[in-house]
């Protein structure tokens, strides 16, 4: 750091597979942030993820705490052991970037939320999408009333099944991605959910279905998620009464098809035509990137996280209830969440 700048963030990294080794790398370069320590029960991947860096490896939480004492701790463990680690990390007075889901189960991820809140440091989770470019234009030009009400949203996230992830079904592993978008575009809650599963490949979990969520406002989300595409498809589609924006996140793209004929005098929707589409200049980014950067402020200055606890357990209890609902049969009410 230059001379007059605050001190930087002392940061580590647990568990360094595909989704860690990137936040060695964006912690490891990113400015008033520095990487002192990482860890991981494989020494494979602490020798590819020091390798060429002055941050150290270590074998367990214990020696990473004895030895460097970080105040933020990205946790990039498989999902169900989220809340031990986050657990031990809190509890040693560290701030914690969990990944999403915020844990394998609600219950799991109100112990995070309490411990943290009982010891007075920040957990964020890592809902990415809300960093991604084309989301945040978008979110301005929802909030600036472009397109009107909004009717529907439609995600559809789907690819081939990654082998590594075994322990939780793909409901729990992608659909928190796009619950947690719709909630923060809308501003709005899910009352109820509808949902559809199938399991093919994965032995334990579904890896496919189909989910419905009703909002308060009474905007309907489609959720099309599953394991099983030969390709990788990302993107959202939000219906309006005055138009369609599309955003894919790969691309970091975002447009929006008019509809010229769209409101009548009464509010209701008059008419609807195929209008002109719009693509958006959008600066593209990397969104664990800029996450990280919300996050490295929040802990700088107190807080509130950038996506806080609450979200993340909203966004898994929306999760357990397409669990139920496939198992059911029958449409889930979403518990409220209050902490
Ligand atoms: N935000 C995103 O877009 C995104 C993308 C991928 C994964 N994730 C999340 O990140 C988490 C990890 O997923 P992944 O795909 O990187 O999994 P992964 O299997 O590739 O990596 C997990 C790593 O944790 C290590 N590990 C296991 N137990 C450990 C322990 N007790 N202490 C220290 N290290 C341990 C493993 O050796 C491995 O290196 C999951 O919760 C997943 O949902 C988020």
């Known amino acids: 750091m230059m001379e007059g700048q605050e001190k930087p963030l ?24 520095e990487l002192v320590g990482v860890v991981d029960t494989d020494p494979v991947r602490i020798a590819a993820a020091t390798s060429g860096r002055v941050t150290r490896g270590f074998a367990t939480v214990d020696e990473l705490f004895q030895a460097v004492s970080p105040v933020l701790v990205s946790i990039v463990v498989p999902t169900l052991l989220h809340e031990s680690v986050a657990l031990d990390v809190i509890s040693r007075g560290a701030s914690v970037l969990v990944e999403k889901p915020i844990a394998a189960t609600l219950g799991e991820g109100r112990r995070i939320a309490s411990a943290a809140a009982a010891r007075g440091v920040i957990v964020s ?81 579904e890896d496919m279905f189909a989910g419905i969520l009703r909002f308060g406002s009474g905007a309907m989300g489609l959720l099309d998620i599953n394991w099983l595409t030969p390709m990788k498809e990302r993107s959202l589609s939000v219906l309006c009464e005055r138009g369609m924006f599309v955003v894919d996140y790969a691309a970091q793209s975002l447009g929006f098809y008019e509809n010229f004929a769209a409101v009548a005098r009464d509010g209701a929707i008059a008419s609807v035509t195929e209008g002109p589409m719009t693509r958006y200049p959008i600066a593209n980014r990397e969104p664990l990137r800029a996450e990280i950067e919300a996050v490295r402020d929040a802990v700088a200055s107190g807080g509130p996280a950038p996506v806080t606890a609450h979200d993340g ?27």
């Open 10 to 33: 002392r940061a580590a990294v647990i568990g360094l597979g595909s989704m860690g080794a990137n936040h060695a790398r964006v912690l490891a370069d990113t400015r008033g942030i």
């Open 125 to 205: 989770v890592g809902h990415i999408e809300r960093f991604n470019p084309a989301i945040q234009e978008l979110k301005r030009r929802l909030a600036d009333g472009q397109g009107g009400r909004v009717l529907q949203l439609r995600a559809r996230r789907v690819g081939p099944f990654p082998h590594r992830i075994r322990d939780v079904g793909v409901i729990h592993d992608l659909a928190p991605h796009d619950i947690d978008i719709m909630r923060y575009l809308l501003g709005d809650d899910i009352d109820w959910v509808f949902a559809d599963a199938r399991r093919h490949i994965n032995t334990d979990n």
């Open 313 to 339: 357990l909203v966004a898994l209890a929306v999760s357990e209830a397409l669990v139920r609902s496939s198992e059911s049969g029958s449409t889930v009410h979403v518990e409220a969440i209050d902490l």
